[in-house]
Every structure is written in C-alpha cells, then in structure tokens.
C-alpha cells in the first residue's frame, strides 16, 4: 500500500504518474505465441518467464504503476474458447507475477500492481446481471491475490458495458481506475467514444457517442480516475481536454501505435520515444496526471517519458 500511498499523493498534486506500456505487444515483440481467442492471456501458461521480463522492464524503465496481464483473460473469452478450467488460474497467475517483480524490485516501496479488469469477448451482447458477475469474478480473483488497484480496460465497448464494470468492481475494496477508447468523427472532427486503433491502417471504426457524455454517465456510477486507452495519438490531446473537462477527478491516457490483426499486431504508426516524449508533454499540459501507452507503445516510449516527465 506504500506504492499506491505514493501515487496517489501525486495525483492529487496534479501528476505525473506513470503507467507501464503495451503488455501484449510487448510479450510478442519477445516471441510469445499469441493466441487466436485468448490473445496474450496465453503466455501466462506458455511463457511466463516473458510475461516476468515484461514487468521487469517496465519497472527498470521508470513506470509507477506497472498492469498484469489479465486484460484478455476473461471468463466470458475463456469459456468460450474451451479455457474455463483455467479462468481462476491464469487471473491469479497473471496478478501474481506483477507482484513478484514489483517486491523484489529495489524500487518496490514505489510501483503500484494493476489488475485489468477487462471487456475483452463479446460483453455488448450479454443482459445486465451476466455482466456484472463476469466483471466482479475476475476482478474478485486480482485483489484477493492483492493488487493496488484496478483498470477497468472498457477497449471498444458500450457505455452501458463500462457502466456494469464500474458497478460490479467498485466496492471491492481498491481504487478504480476506468479506461475508455474513443476516436474523432471523420466528417465533424467531435472526439467521439468508439474505437479507431489506426487512422491510416486500420479499417474498424465504430461510435457510440460523445466521449464527454459516456465519461459523465459512466463516471457517475463510480470510478477513482478516467484515462482514454488504446486510440490513436493524434486525437489524445483533444480527448484528454474532453475527459477533464467532464470529470473533476485524475484524468490520463495511453494511446496505441498500429493495429490488431488477429492474433497478432500490426506495427505501424509507430513513434519514436522522444516523439513519443513530446506527445506526452501536450497531454500533461492539457490536464493528463497519468500517462502510460497501450498496444505498440513499447519499454523505451515508457522510459522516455519517465525520465522526461518526471525530470522536468
């Protein structure tokens, strides 16, 4: 609890706070095999010895909060895919290599453990009462094994799906920190909630809404903490303005650099870290208190930006 002590005394003095970078690009860049249902949640059975190095770099680098890999992890991906004998483990595995390599760490007493909650599967499609209980099992699982706090990965979901994962994971216990998507309408320029991973690349792109209207309904129902994930860069500045200008509490970001071809990840649009560096400044003065990066944003980005921002 010292980490997150810490962490949250900077976030109430307006940042920064540091957040790890892509976990499973990362575990692909180093050879994990990706999985065609459960993506990265693979490598916890696999390669963990990766996922173990992954959390070691990231804290090497000078992240404050690093995430475990839980995000693809989900009970309705796993049953599914014929895993659901594994949900409860590989939650618990996930949660507890993160810690292991934040407690032998010699910066240990000041890297926070996330537990992703996730909307990874198909969430959209399910009636309330199912949702709530797939949220709060996998979120029950990571901080019974103790993590700091959770992120509520919403990537490319309904609001009313991010509604039910702040419902079901709210009260137990740690801070809750709710991640959005979200892309700008090609033909009004309004920062939208919805998903676009890449403005050049990537064929997918769905709206579901104003951002700051999903931000004021969702974060109504609960949340310590709003950050815009997994979206292209150029739209981040414009969605950070949006999320503080519609939630009182921390808001952060970490955007991706390419896109999802199932399994695997397209590496273009990619940045270099002192890109990526200058990037982060922008958000920071347009209101960001935590900044990290999603997919493709790799160990160096998140180095360059906490030497950067924490230096300067």
């Not at 399994?263 to 560096?277: G, H, I, K, R």
Request: with cysteine.
């Amino acid at each position: 609890m010292e980490a997150l002590q810490r962490i949250e005394g900077r976030l109430e003095a307006g940042g920064p706070v540091i957040l790890d970078g892509a976990i499973g690009t990362e575990l692909e860049r180093l050879g994990a095999r990706m999985d065609q249902g459960v993506w990265c949640a693979r490598a916890l059975a696999d390669r963990p010895d990766l996922v173990h190095e992954v959390h070691r770099r990231y804290i090497d680098a000078g992240a404050d909060v690093i995430t475990a890999n839980s995000y693809s992890a989900t009970r309705e991906a796993m049953q599914r895919h014929g895993l659901a004998a594994h949900f409860e483990d590989w939650n618990r595995r996930a949660a507890r290599i993160a810690l292991e390599e934040r407690d032998r760490s010699s910066r240990s007493g000041s890297v926070a453990v996330a537990g992703s909650v996730s909307s990874y599967g198909r969430f959209d499609a399910l009636d309330w009462e199912p949702l709530l209980d797939h949220f709060r099992a996998q979120g029950e699982i990571l901080v019974e094994e103790g993590v700091d706090l959770m992120i509520l990965e919403s990537l490319g979901s309904i609001a009313r799906t991010v509604r039910a994962m702040v419902s079901a994971t709210k009260d137990l216990g740690v801070p809750v920190w709710v991640a959005l998507s979200c892309l700008r309408d090609r033909d009004t320029g309004a920062v939208m909630h919805g998903i676009e991973e890449s403005g050049e690349a990537s064929h997918v792109a769905e709206t579901y809404g104003p951002l700051a209207e999903a931000v004021r309904e969702i974060l109504s129902v609960g949340g310590s903490a709003v950050l815009m994930m997994h979206s292209v860069r150029d739209v981040t500045e414009d969605a950070v303005k949006i999320l503080r200008g519609a939630y009182s509490g921390p808001v952060g970001a970490y955007p991706n650099a390419g896109y999802w071809t199932r399994p695997n990840w397209a590496f273009v649009d990619q940045v270099s870290p002192d890109e990526y560096l200058d990037d982060a400044r922008r958000w920071v003065e347009a209101g960001a208190a935590i900044v990290g990066g999603c997919c493709g944003v790799g160990v160096e980005h998140i180095r360059a930006v906490a030497d950067g921002l924490k230096g300067s």
